[in-house]
């Protein structure tokens, strides 16, 4: 058995955002507070993180995770790549670059945005080191066998995966043709539905659900959440086999 961790169900502002009111007795339940949307698969012999949210290292302590053995970046939007300088704890403490998949262009980012992290530096000063590589469409870490491909969000690529019985889907509005054959037969799909209204770059509340009963995965889970939801409300309305995910939500997977 393996298990995937949603470190974060929220979406790119986060919930509570930034001089919004909130109404009362909406924060008092804590799965309407979302940080930024991530999850860890941890399998027999490590684990890789998908996406490195602003909030990253409070994800990853109060998850009582310590170590990262490799991660993945679906893309380079600053919702997923803006923890990333916290990897140099990481590095400090393995003494070695992390190793980080995704694809070139995206490569190309994390370069420009963390040019300090490809730099020299005199002894005792300390950076992340990044190993950039390829995302292969197998990739094998922690024991664990994740097929990736891409989907759409707006104009942009976005890596998806799927590992067993489990799919992740994070930013995106549409999944081309050819990438459905990676989400038949699954026990849990976890996809993006970041507000009620639509959006031209991400599956809203109704292309969400429509999305998840075409699949008819056993489970769906949405994520990437802005405060458009009320968690045990939102819960109450969704067809069965659907629910909000949120942030510490464990999920065993099958592989």
């Known amino acids: 058995m393996a298990r995937a961790v949603i470190l974060g169900s929220g979406t790119s502002n986060g919930v509570p955002m930034l001089g919004h009111v909130y109404a009362p007795g909406y924060l008092d339940n804590p799965k309407n507070h979302r940080t930024r949307a991530s999850v860890l698969f941890e399998g027999p012999t490590g684990n890789l993180l998908v996406d490195c949210a602003p909030e990253m290292r ?15 970046i679906t ?28 694809l070139p262009q995206y490569q190309a980012d994390i370069k420009r945005v963390f040019s300090y992290a490809f730099a020299d530096f005199p002894p005792g000063v300390f950076v992340p080191r990044f190993d950039l590589r390829d995302v292969p469409e197998v990739l094998v870490v922690g024991g664990l066998e994740f097929r990736t491909f ?69 489970r769906t889970l949405l994520t990437h959440l802005s405060h458009d939801y009320d968690h045990d409300q939102t819960n109450s309305e969704l067809p069965p086999g659907i629910e909000l995910a949120w942030d510490g939500l464990s999920i065993d997977i099958a592989v």
């Open 58 to 72: 409070l994800q990853m302590t109060r998850e009582r995770i310590y170590d990262i053995e490799s991660v993945l």
């Open 150 to 218: 891409l989907v759409e969000h707006g104009p942009l690529p976005v890596i998806a995966l799927r590992v067993g019985g489990m799919a992740y889907i994070t930013d995106v509005s549409r999944i081309p043709t050819n990438a459905v054959r990676f989400l038949r037969d699954l026990d849990c799909l976890v996809v993006d539905a970041v507000r009620r209204n639509p959006h031209p770059n991400h599956f809203h509340y109704e292309r969400a659900i429509e999305v998840a009963l075409e699949i008819g995965a056993k």
């Open 75 to 102: 893309h380079t939007h600053a919702d997923h790549i803006m923890g990333m300088d916290d990897l140099r704890s990481i590095c400090m403490k393995t003494q070695r670059a992390v190793p980080v998949y995704t």
